[in-house]
């Protein structure tokens, strides 16, 4: 069973900033896009972010200038950095390992960010 851990969430203010971290295992690190989603209460999943095995960042046009996904490969860890939090980035945020061919798609556990106004 692959694992991905997440850490990093907690209750910010808005206008304050958090970074998540996300680590997964080696060999599927390497060969992933890695993916932030987020989920607010009684709302579908959302991409917010995602990068490329080799590093090229995509972002939902509601984080675009606020949010930064980043890798680094050597510690197998892609990580969100959120500035300028927003009430309405709340949610619980996902990590996903992705892969296109062959098809694969690991999930860490989530990790709860509040954003009090």
């Known amino acids: 069973q692959v694992q991905l851990v997440e850490s990093g969430g907690g209750l910010v203010q808005a206008g304050g900033s958090l970074r998540l971290s996300c680590a997964a295992p080696g060999r599927i690190f390497s060969v992933s896009a890695m993916r932030w989603f987020r989920q607010a209460p009684g709302r579908q999943r959302e991409l917010v972010a995602d990068i490329s095995s080799g590093g090229m960042p995509n972002y939902a046009g509601s984080v675009k200038g606020r949010f930064t996904i980043s890798r680094d490969n050597a510690k197998n860890t892609v990580y969100l950095q959120m500035n300028s939090l927003k009430s309405e980035d709340t949610g619980v945020y996902f990590c996903?390992?992705?892969?296109?061919?062959?098809?694969?798609?690991?999930w860490g556990q989530g990790t709860q960010v509040t954003v009090s106004s």
């Open positions: 996903n390992a992705f892969r296109q061919i062959p098809t694969i798609s690991y």
